[in-house]
């Protein structure tokens, strides 16, 4: 690391159907790659690293939309010292593709680590998911058997070597217009595919092929390994990161704009549930660009130079 380098904190979104996930790889398009290629063709970090300095700080799989997520990047001193961060931002988000959002960057501390967030907020549209039925007010109880601290395996891929013990500091109804469309989760941080598999057991709880109790049992006794399954990624945001120091802008509940799934009869046959499917898939990405313009509000000039 050079003595004429400085660290950024940039904060992004994207629509995750776009990309094989979030993490950079060989041969597909990734949100990391997109932006290492930005980077270097504005000549802002060298072609030649073998390691890439650009990190984020959420891992997301393919299919899943991002409101706001960040990472660092090391780039010349001598560059951010001639640059608004306004100009800097536009720079960056003109060469990146359109399901992808810079949205804004400040100058750090050299050891900031974007993975070391307060906490992270996520939402799952769960009246995507095939055959999904409100099920009233029981949900909240469902939703609190969630929260706390506690050996999350059993709704998770765990990765070798991974800790699962993890803290949910909330998890309630994601209400739009008055109507329950999905779950809001907080956590400190989450394990792979823990949100998903949460949505899933909530599924199940729904159909009633699964209990309450057998959600309380795969809490309380980790090492009784339980399958509840994955829900799918199209109907999960990242909906914010948050750090001691940079906290998760509000959104506009005029930016929400759900509508609601056929009710289930004899005409609303498969097909028309298909179809409300793809619109509701489209009324997701209109959510997050609304989300974006107002996020990436920048002030007309400003710099954080030392």
């Known amino acids: 690391m050079s003595d004429a380098e400085t660290r950024l904190h940039f904060r992004i979104g994207y629509l995750g159907d776009a990309f094989h996930g979030s993490q950079i790889q060989p041969d597909v398009r990734t949100?990391?790659?997109?932006?290492?290629?930005?980077?270097q063709k504005l000549g802002w970090i060298s072609k030649e690293e073998e390691e890439h300095n650009l990190v984020l700080s959420s891992r997301t799989d393919a299919g899943v939309h991002v409101r706001?997520?960040?990472?660092?990047?090391?780039?010349?001193r001598s560059l951010w010292d001639s640059i608004t961060p306004r100009k800097f931002v536009r720079a960056v988000d003109d060469l990146l593709p359109d399901e992808i959002s810079f949205l804004d960057v400040r100058e750090v501390e050299m050891d900031w680590n974007p993975r070391m967030a307060l906490h992270r907020i996520y939402r799952y549209r769960l009246e995507g998911i095939e055959f999904w039925n409100d099920p009233g007010e029981v949900f909240v109880e469902w939703l609190k058997l969630f929260e706390g601290t506690y050996d999350a395996r059993?709704?998770?891929?765990?990765?070798?070597?991974?800790?699962?013990i993890r803290t949910i500091l909330s998890c309630t109804p994601w209400v739009v217009d008055g109507r329950t469309v999905g779950f809001e989760i907080i956590g400190e941080a989450f394990l792979w595919?823990?949100?998903?598999?949460?949505?899933m057991a909530?599924?199940?709880l729904a159909l009633g092929e699964i209990t309450s109790e057998d959600v309380k049992r795969a809490i309380d006794e980790p090492d009784r390994e339980v399958d509840?399954?994955?829900?799918?990624?199209?109907?999960?945001?990242l909906w914010g990161v948050e750090w001691e120091d940079s906290p998760i802008p509000e959104s506009s509940e005029l930016n929400c704009r759900f509508s609601p799934a056929p009710i289930p009869s004899?005409?609303?046959e498969r097909t028309m549930r298909k179809r409300w499917r793809q619109a509701a898939r489209m009324e997701m990405k209109t959510l997050l660009y609304l989300e974006w313009m107002q996020l990436g509000l920048l002030p007309v000039a400003y710099h954080n130079s030392r």
């Open 68 to 76: 706001l997520n960040g990472g660092t990047v090391r780039v010349a």
């Open 202 to 204: 909530l599924h199940l």
């Open 31 to 39: 949100v990391q790659g997109e932006l290492i290629l930005a980077f």
């Open 228 to 237: 509840f399954g994955v829900a799918p990624p199209d109907w999960l945001i």
């Open 193 to 199: 595919n823990q949100v998903r598999r949460t949505a």
């Open 154 to 164: 059993n709704f998770a891929r765990l990765e070798p070597g991974k800790n699962p």
């Open 266 to 268: 004899r005409e609303a």
